[in-house]
T-cell receptor, first 112, second 113 residues
Framework: SQQGEEDPQALSIQEGENATMNCSYK?????LQWYRQNSGRGLVHLIL?????REKHSGRLRVTLDTSKKSSSLLITASRAADTASYFC????????????FGRGTSLIVHP | EAQVTQNPRYLITVTGKKLTVTCSQN?????MSWYRQDPGLGLRQIYY???????DKGDVPEGYKVSRKEKRNFPLILESPSPNQTSLYFC????????????FGSGTRLTVV
């Protein structure tokens, strides 16, 4: 069953702007992952944040996790046209599944 | 190169004709999973496997079978495909459950007519 849901469903920005996507989930988790998918292609793992971490960075990506609010955010700074893609959060399914479940994703378009 | 290989990339078939989508990983990963992706529905899990001979149902297992006879291979079998199984399918693998990121294959676009 689905655990995480991304918001907004779609986001359109200009190159150089920051893009923020949010993920809300339902039950306690040990960690949360973010993935990117270019149109019709396989998902690519971006970052994993554990429940005892509040913030994590990877290049232009910043992920935060607020376990009290059951939410996470992905910030892409100084976006580029090549960042155009769908972004998904992935969480363990309720009940402690070892396999991540994915939300419907946020479709990001970065205009040159 | 570390990768998950799915075959075929594209497949058009007729209703009722059994087919197999192969998935192979070269990273010695324990966990493997199949997802289908449909517009507006995101990725939904079909089946997963935590090790050789250990498989379990995901959210949408009806009409699918899997097997895990070897660690590297995790084929998806559609015994009698129907048009509602037209979808984009992904195989993914991970070193260990949700503690590590998953590596995805390039996808198989299946059309059942």
């Amino acid at each position: 069953s689905q655990q995480g849901e991304e918001d907004p469903q779609a986001l359109s920005i200009q190159e150089g702007e920051n893009a923020t996507m949010n993920c809300s989930y339902k039950t306690s988790i040990n960690n949360l992952q973010w993935y990117r998918q270019n149109s019709g292609r396989g998902l690519v793992h971006l970052i994993l944040i554990r429940s005892n971490e509040r913030e994590k960075h990877s290049g232009r990506l910043r992920v935060t996790l607020d376990t009290s609010k059951k939410s996470s955010s992905l910030l892409i700074t100084a976006s580029r046209a090549a960042d155009t893609a769908s972004y998904f959060c992935a969480c363990p399914a309720p009940g402690g599944s070892y396999i991540p479940t994915f939300g419907r994703g946020t479709s990001l378009i970065v205009h040159p | 190169e570390a990768q998950v290989t799915q075959n075929p990339r594209y497949l058009i078939t007729v209703t009722g004709k059994k087919l197999t989508v192969t998935c192979s990983q070269n990273m010695n990963h324990e966990y493997m999973s199949w997802y289908r992706q449909d517009p507006g529905l995101g990725l939904r899990q079909i089946y997963y496997s935590m090790n050789v001979e250990v498989t379990d149902k995901g959210d949408v297992p009806e009409g699918y079978k899997v097997s895990r006879k070897e660690k590297r291979n995790f084929p998806l079998i559609l015994e009698s495909p129907s048009p509602n199984q037209t979808s984009l399918y992904f195989c993914a693998s991970s070193l260990s459950g949700t503690e590590y990121g998953y590596t995805f294959g390039s996808g198989t676009r299946l059309t059942v007519v």
